[in-house]
């Protein structure tokens, strides 16, 4: 089973300055999915940025980027610029990739999440 | 982008009824849809996956019995909490998979489910 380790509860960032979020997983497979969420105080889950792991370039979305180490199992996110709409809890995800079989297929697992605050 | 819709948004009832919550996929068809649950401050778990014209498959630890899941429609699938208790109550979120995209889902708003 596929396990998902965000071992930051908090992180606070002043407006405009640039913050990290820490995500590592543990998996057997080799092709699968990594994903951030948004869940910003309304409860709606917000796809930030998707990964796919066969592909080595780390994606990329307007202020938002992710460092995505394979080997090390880690897929960190990165918000440059920070807004105070970008205030909201973080999760990192994880979903196996069409043929990697089981009873996993399709499912998110995700991590305990980490709430950002950003301060003006 | 797609829209999916979860009624009622908050629920309030009485210990021993029955609950039944909706999610819907406004403009799409999906085939598959998953129900989660989720503690203030914690992560979504994963209770069931839910499938068009078929059982819904459940995880492991989820009474299916209590967590009653029907997929009747395309568009509409329901989860209905039976003989609800006060450790039932939590927010309930269900998501939708993009018929042409596998590793796509689309969130509903949630449903705060408060047992008396």
């Known amino acids: 089973a596929q396990t998902v380790t965000q071992s930051q509860p908090e992180m606070s960032v002043q407006e405009a300055e640039t913050v990290t979020l820490s995500c590592t997983y543990d998996t057997s497979e080799s092709n699968y999915y990594l994903f951030w969420y948004k869940q910003p105080p309304s409860r709606q889950m917000i796809l930030v940025i998707r990964q796919e792991a066969y592909k080595q370039q780390n994606a990329t979305e307007n202020r938002f980027s992710v460092n995505f180490q394979k080997a090390a199992k880690s897929f960190s996110l990165k918000i440059s610029d920070s807004q105070l709409g970008d205030t909201a809890m973080y999760f990192c995800a994880f979903m196996n990739r069409w043929g990697a079989g089981g009873t996993s297929y399709g499912k998110l697992t995700f991590g305990q999440g980490t709430i950002l605050t950003v301060h003006p | 982008g797609a829209v999916v819709s979860q009624h009622p948004s908050w629920v309030i009832c009485k210990s021993g009824t029955s609950v039944k919550i909706e999610c819907r996929s406004l403009d799409f068809q999906a085939t598959t849809m998953f129900w989660y649950r989720q503690f203030p401050k914690q992560s979504l778990m994963l209770m069931a996956t839910s499938n068009e014209g078929s059982k819904a498959t459940y995880e492991q630890g989820v009474e299916k019995d209590k967590f009653l899941i029907n997929h009747a429609s395309l568009t509409l699938s329901t989860l209905t909490v039976t003989s609800a208790h006060p450790e039932d109550s939590s927010f309930y979120i269900c998501?939708?998979?993009?018929?042409?995209?596998?590793?796509?889902?689309?969130f509903g708003p949630g449903t705060r489910l408060t047992v008396l």
């Open positions: 998501s939708a998979r993009y018929p042409s995209s596998y590793n796509e889902q689309f």
